[in-house]
Every structure is written in C-alpha cells, then in structure tokens.
C-alpha cells in the first residue's frame, strides 16, 4: 500500500530567500499528528516509507522554470507541490476556507461571507487538486484527503479514478444541520456530495459525525445504518475517529528538560506558578475571554497576585483576514490592561508572546507549566490540550479545558468550563493552582493513559485500516450488479425464448420517485417502449404495481399490457377487465382510517393515499427524522389494533402500506405463468413488496433489484435509467427479429 496525503498545504512551508528555497516544518495540528504517522511508516519493515503529501507547497510560483524546480526539490521530502496563483489563494483560501466555511463551522455565522466568486474559486482549486493527484494514483494507492479545504475533492477524484481508495477527515466541526444550512442550497448539496465520493469519511466526535449523517439526510435524502450509506454506486462510511498526539515524542522531550530557557527564561518565572496558554491566532480559540477570565480571577484572588503569571503564546495565522487582525488588536489592547492594572515593577502578569515557537520551547513550556489554560469558544479537538498532559511526566499539572472543544468528549478528568462564561474561567483557575498534587495525579494518570494507548499512529492506523475491509464490503455489492456477460445470457436467453413473461413494478423501477405519487405520470418515450416491447411476438408484459386500479387504467389502459393493481388485489389481464384476485375484506379501513389519519396530522408532510383494499402513509416529503420515530409508533400501533384482522402492515420505500392479508405481488405474478415449463421469466422492481415477486418466481427466473441492497433477486441495477436501457435493448432484439 502506499499512501497518499492530500492537504491544502504541504508539510514543509517553502520560504524563498535571496533566490535560496529553504523549507521548515508547518505549524498546525494536521501536519504535526500526520508527520508523527508517516514517521511511525518510516521506521516499520515497508520497503522504504511508502508515502507521498500533495499540497500547496506555501508560496506562489508562476513560472514554469522555478515550479519544475520547487517540484524536484519537495520530490526529495515526498512532496508533491500543487500550484495555485494568487487570486485563486486569495479567492479560495482566504475567501471561501476562511471567510466562509471556518466561520461557519465554528458557529460564528455572523462572520460568515457569502460571496458566488469564492465557491466559484474553491470548486476551481479543487479542480486543480484532483488534476494533480489523479495521475499520481496507481492501483493499491490509498488517497487520504484532509480538512475542509477540500471537500469537493473525494467525489471528483471518484469521477476520474472510480476504483480509487479513498478516505477523507475532518479537522474542525461538522456543525449542526441549523448551521449548516445557513449555506446555499446548491453548495450544501455539492459539498455533501463531495464528501460521499469518499470510502470513509472520518470526524473527531461522535456529535461531527452525527451533524454529518443528519446532514446528508436533510438535504439528499440519503439514510444511513450504523453510519454506512448505500449509495446507487458506492457505499460510504461514516465514523469517529479522535485524533491523538504522538505521546512519547512529548514525554521523551520532556523529560530531557531541553532547552528551557528558550521560550521564556526561567528568571521571569522565578517561583511563580505557571499557566499558561498556546494557540495559533483565532477567534475560535477563546483567547479573550481567557484573558478575561485571567483579569477576573486576579480581582478576586488578590493573594494570587505576584505569586502567577499567564505565559500566552499566539502564532501569528491568517493575517489577511480582518477578523484576524481585529482579534489581535483586542489581544493587544487587553494584555495591556492587565499588565497595566496588576503589573509590578517586579511582575508582569501576562508574559506574552506573538510568534511561533519550535518545538523544544514548546513543549518546555508544557512541562514547566502548573496549569494550561485551553478555553476555545468552538474547536474540533485541541491537540494542545493533550501535548500538555503528555508531556507531564510526573503526572502533575492541571488541564482547563473547555467544553466546546472535541477533546474534552475524551478529557473528562479535567477542569470543564464553558468558556462564554468569565467567572466559571475564573474560578478554575483558583481550582487548577490550589487542586492539591495527589489529585492532579489522579485525574491526569487516567487521561494520559488514555493519550498513551490512542496515540497519533493509533488514530491514523484505526482510519487507514478501516479502508480494506470497506473495499471488500464494495466489491462483495458490486458483484451483485448485472455486469457485462450476465447481461449477454440474459439477452441470449430473451431472444432464444418461445415463450416470455416480463414483470415491472412501476414507481422507482420505471420512473423515479417523486414527492406526490400523482406526480410520476409516464412519458411519452416509456409508454412507447412498453407498447413496443408488449408487441414482440411470444411477449407478455405484466406491470405489477401497488397502485390503485383506476390510476393503472388510466395510464396504461390503451396498452396492450397486463395490469396488476394494489399489490394483487386486482388484476387485469391482455384485453380483459379488472378482476379481484379473490374474495376480499375491506371493513377494516374505517376503523384504521382515522389511526392512519391522526398520524398524518401529527407529521407536516405526510399524507394518505385510500385504495380500494389497502391505505398507504406516505411520507416522503416530511422530516424524515421525526418521521423515523413516527413510523416506528405508527407501525407499533397498527400491529396492534390489527392483530385480530386479516391484514398486512409493510414497510417501503418512504411508506407505511396497511393492505388485505393474503395478496402479495407474488401470489398474483404465479397467476401469469403457465403451469408447466414457464419460458423465459424476467422481473424487475425496487422495493420490498418486489422481494414478495423475486421469491415466488421460478429459479430459473432472472429477478434483478433496482438500487443497492440485500435481496432475493439475483443481480441489482444502479438505477430506473439502467431498467429502460435494459428494456430497451430487448425491444430492440425483438425488432430485429421480426426484420429477420
Ligand atoms: C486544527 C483544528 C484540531 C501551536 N503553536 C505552536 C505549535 N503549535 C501546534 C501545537 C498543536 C497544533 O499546533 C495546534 O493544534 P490545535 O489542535 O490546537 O489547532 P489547529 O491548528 O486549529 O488545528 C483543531 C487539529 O486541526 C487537528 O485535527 O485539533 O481543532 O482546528 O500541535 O503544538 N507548535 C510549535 N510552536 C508553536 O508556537 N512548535
């Protein structure tokens, strides 16, 4: 196997100096945990680290020249850069990355842009990304794309390289379905289909994960079990996966105590207790009101003054973004206040710095500090939280943590607050420096072990490994499709027969389904073809339908076709009336009319449809949430009241069908086969009534589902549009006979 990585940027940054290319490792959550995994690869038995990163490589470079060589020096890290001018960055990367989709997965909708010439660049650059990573994939490649940047990427790349294995994460929140359909419809649609051209699609917490699948359901409509979504061409999973940190690379820095005077000298901190605060510039990360809370905490523990100090480090980020350059001046404006009210000759309450420190300091600050204040207003994990408590080696420290972030879903031993609320901030940090050692031990040895066994390589292992088994689960449903030489039989076996029978089921086989069922009238092109396809000599065609009698008639009485209505109830054959199957009951509507009828009232979008032997609940436009629930009540309800009466309650698509017992599609199908030697016997359908039809047909019948799951019939089709091709084809073979 051999990975490719596929981020918005590359892990190196190329910094262009006097003519000189010089690369330095990226800040960033991404490209620390993905680095910790690909040197975890470097190390294994593969024949050489088996990888490649492709991503913006951190600098615009216009000219052939110099981007052949940019290319050929990244080559020597395993990087492959991905060239975006300036525009395209700005329109893109600065517009619709962080004016649009970063607000508004944060819950900052106010923040949110909405401008057609972003999304416009970001399909674009997206664009870009697949025409640079689809040559570079072979066959056994796995593809993993990361973060919000390229969402549209997984389905693109599914359309150039349909086999491509490919797995997508999620760094920041998947919001709630209220947030993100704040989106215009014609992106939110494309973003999510973009995402399920993905085999895994993979989110930090359960609730991502749960907005996503809520997500997908609202606006395409698709369900989803245990987070698998069967798609007409592909099944898609959706799951949880909580980023780690690479936890002894932390302790083991720690524990060399290296270089602690290199971020803030040990003089400044003297005997002060230590809290400190690291995030890259964000107004996501709460920095202000922790400053706040910090301000709050010195006013009302005045003995606490003097005797701590807030170590707040900020890495310079998206500076072009005005929100950015405004949350710095507030920054600014408020460390100065603190430092202006408490301040002493000889204490400075807040030791602030603005840049990026390298690792060493870092992770020195960690371990020197008593307590790390995380308060983010909205974060998709953290990982600063957990380098703090991996790098603790003596067990001692306390984490504050805020509930908005994903990291405090594994972090429960920790100090929670709601960082909306100063005084809450306040009063934890008097908790975090007076929380006496043995309990700081106590909560961080069951966290850090939790750090310890689901590390960075954990985390990338459990996605990666995910993929295989997924592909196996595709191949094993992809088999299941009419191919190529099963098709050839089935035509052969067609046009060879003296004697053939034909069985369709109409809504979702023929036409697709559509809100009301009045809606899906045939056209002019279908009645044709099953007009054609009824004439072939030897030829019956049954349309076997659950219908009502009078819509059948309506629509395809002029056809020289037999008709089955209402499941069985009623059947008309060639050139002949309608007749009941058999002698049916239909007193039992009345009482379970105003059941039906009072669960309509309770869900807006449901409705009933009466038929002569059978009610049908529709519920296709409703919320198909609160529709789930509803038809589990209705379901239980009906099954109740009807245990005593001769009727059947089923379940199918987007319906609840309460009907007389005894008739079924494939009763009534065996009604159509002559006794002996049945000839040629195809039937084709979409729902679970159809299944009633696969099972009560001979074996030698070919039965073939339309969509995408476990069945009876014998192969399945993607979709109505593959059915008429197919019935096309016979009609076709049957012209050319009687021409020959
Ligand atoms: C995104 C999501 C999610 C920070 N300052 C310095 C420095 N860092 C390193 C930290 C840490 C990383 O950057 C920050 O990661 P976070 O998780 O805190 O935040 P984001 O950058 O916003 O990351 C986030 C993450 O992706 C992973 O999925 O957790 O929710 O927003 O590793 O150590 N590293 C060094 N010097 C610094 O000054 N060396």
């Keep these: 196997m051999r990975l490719l990585v596929v981020s918005n940027r590359l892990p190196v940054v190329t910094v262009e100096e006097k003519g000189q290319l010089l690369f330095r490792e990226g800040a960033g959550g991404l490209v620390s945990g993905i680095s910790?995994?690909?040197?975890?690869?470097?190390?294994?038995?593969?024949?050489?680290?088996?990888?490649?990163?492709?991503?913006?490589?951190?600098?615009?470079?216009?000219?052939?020249?110099?981007?052949?060589?940019?290319?050929?020096?990244?080559?020597?890290?395993?990087?492959?850069?991905?060239?975006?001018?300036?525009?395209?960055?700005?329109?893109?990367?600065?517009?619709?990355?962080?004016?649009?989709?970063?607000?508004?997965?944060?819950?900052?909708?106010?923040?949110?842009?909405?401008?057609?010439?972003?999304?416009?660049?970001?399909?674009?650059?997206?664009?870009?990304?697949?025409?640079?990573?689809?040559?570079?994939?072979?066959?056994?490649?796995?593809?993993?794309?990361?973060?919000?940047?390229?969402?549209?990427?997984?389905?693109?790349?599914?359309?150039?390289?349909?086999?491509?294995?490919?797995?997508?994460?999620?760094?920041?929140?998947?919001?709630?379905?209220?947030?993100?359909?704040?989106?215009?419809?014609?992106?939110?649609?494309?973003?999510?289909?973009?995402?399920?051209?993905?085999?895994?699609?993979?989110?930090?917490?359960?609730?991502?994960?749960?907005?996503?699948?809520?997500?997908?359901?609202?606006?395409?409509?698709?369900?989803?079990?245990?987070?698998?979504?069967?798609?007409?061409?592909?099944?898609?999973?959706?799951?949880?996966?909580?980023?780690?940190?690479?936890?002894?690379?932390?302790?083991?820095?720690?524990?060399?105590?290296?270089?602690?005077?290199?971020?803030?000298?040990?003089?400044?901190?003297?005997?002060?207790?230590?809290?400190?605060?690291?995030?890259?510039?964000?107004?996501?990360k709460g920095i202000l009101n922790r400053l706040q809370g910090y301000e709050l905490f010195l006013e009302q523990n005045p003995s606490w003054q003097q005797n701590v100090v807030l170590v707040l480090v900020v890495v310079p980020s998206r500076i072009g973004v005005d929100q950015y350059q405004e949350i710095k001046r507030q920054i600014d404006e408020l460390v100065g206040k603190i430092n202006g009210k408490f301040g002493r000759v000889d204490w400075t309450p807040v030791l602030y710095q603005y840049r990026y420190l390298p690792f060493e300091p870092l992770v020195s600050l960690y371990a020197r500090s008593h307590v790390a204040l995380v308060t983010p207003l909205r974060d998709g994990m953290n990982l600063v939280a957990k380098e703090y408590l991996a790098s603790r080696t003596d067990g001692t420290g306390v984490l504050i943590v805020s509930e908005m972030t994903g990291a405090a879903k594994e972090l429960a031993e920790a100090v929670l607050i709601n960082p909306n609320n100063v005084g809450e901030i306040a009063v934890a940090l008097r908790t975090a420096l007076e929380m006496p050692e043995s309990e700081q031990m106590r909560r961080n040895e069951v966290m850090q072990e939790r750090l310890r066994r689901y590390d960075v390589v954990r985390w990338a292992d459990d996605f990666l490994s995910q993929l295989p088994t997924l592909k196996a689960e595709q191949q094993r449903l992809r088999s299941r499709l009419l191919g190529v030489p099963a098709r050839r039989r089935l035509l052969d076996k067609f046009r060879q027969a003296p004697q053939r029978t034909i069985f369709l089921d109409y809504d979702g086989t023929l036409v697709s389904f559509t809100d009301h069922p009045r809606q899906a009238r045939p056209s002019r092109d279908l009645l044709t073809l099953l007009r054609t396809l009824a004439q072939g000599a030897g030829t019956d065609v049954v349309l076997v339908s659950g219908r009502d009698k009078a819509t059948m008639g309506d629509w395809f009485g002029d056809l020289d076709l037999a008709l089955v209505a209402e499941h069985g109830a009623w059947i008309k054959r060639r050139r002949d009336n309608w007749r009941l199957a058999q002698p049916l009951n239909n007193g039992w509507k009345s009482s379970l009319l105003p059941i039906l009828q009072t669960y309509a009232d309770r869900l807006p979008g449901a409705f009933l449809e009466e038929k002569e032997y059978s009610i049908v609940w529709h519920y296709r436009r409703a919320d198909l949430e609160l529709a789930s629930t509803r038809v589990k009540e209705l379901v239980d309800d009906l099954v109740s009241y009807t245990a005593n009466i001769d009727v059947q309650v089923q379940q199918g698509n987007r319906i609840v069908e309460v009907r007389c017992g005894g008739i079924n599609k494939g009763v009534?199908?065996?009604?159509?086969?002559?006794?002996?030697?049945?000839?040629?016997?195809?039937?084709?359908?979409?729902?679970?009534?159809?299944?009633?039809?696969?099972?009560?047909?001979?074996?030698?019948?070919?039965?073939?589902?339309?969509?995408?799951?476990?069945?009876?019939?014998?192969?399945?089709?993607?979709?109505?549009?593959?059915?008429?091709?197919?019935?096309?084809?016979?009609?076709?073979?049957?012209?050319?006979?009687?021409?020959?």
């Design 36 to 284: 910790a995994y690909l040197d975890s690869l470097r190390g294994s038995s593969l024949a050489g680290p088996q990888y490649r990163w492709i991503g913006w490589p951190g600098v615009t470079v216009a000219e052939p020249g110099p981007q052949a060589h940019v290319t050929a020096a990244l080559a020597r890290l395993r990087a492959h850069p991905v060239f975006l001018t300036d525009r395209s960055m700005d329109k893109f990367y600065h517009g619709f990355c962080n004016k649009t989709i970063w607000p508004l997965f944060h819950y900052f909708p106010s923040y949110v842009a909405c401008e057609e010439s972003f999304y416009a660049h970001y399909r674009c650059v997206n664009r870009i990304f697949c025409d640079a990573v689809a040559p570079l994939v072979q066959p056994d490649d796995v593809v993993w794309i990361h973060d919000y940047h390229l969402m549209l990427l997984p389905q693109m790349l599914r359309e150039q390289r349909p086999d491509a294995t490919i797995g997508f994460f999620l760094h920041i929140p998947f919001p709630s379905f209220e947030m993100f359909r704040l989106l215009p419809g014609a992106w939110r649609t494309e973003i999510l289909e973009g995402l399920l051209g993905a085999d895994l699609i993979g989110f930090h917490t359960y609730d991502y994960t749960q907005h996503f699948l809520h997500s997908v359901l609202r606006v395409l409509g698709h369900e989803h079990t245990m987070g698998r979504i069967l798609l007409p061409n592909h099944l898609v999973k959706v799951d949880t996966f909580p980023m780690g940190v690479d936890f002894q690379k932390f302790q083991a820095a720690a524990r060399q105590q290296v270089d602690r005077t290199g971020a803030i000298p040990d003089a400044a901190l003297k005997d002060l207790k230590v809290v400190l605060s690291v995030d890259r510039l964000d107004y996501t």
């Design 668 to 740: 009534a199908a065996l009604t159509f086969l002559p006794k002996e030697g049945a000839g040629f016997v195809l039937a084709i359908g979409d729902d679970w009534t159809d299944e009633e039809l696969f099972r009560a047909l001979p074996v030698s019948a070919c039965t073939l589902l339309v969509g995408n799951r476990h069945t009876w019939a014998k192969y399945n089709l993607r979709n109505h549009e593959e059915v008429l091709e197919l019935l096309r084809e016979m009609s076709e073979r049957q012209l050319q006979e009687c021409g020959s």
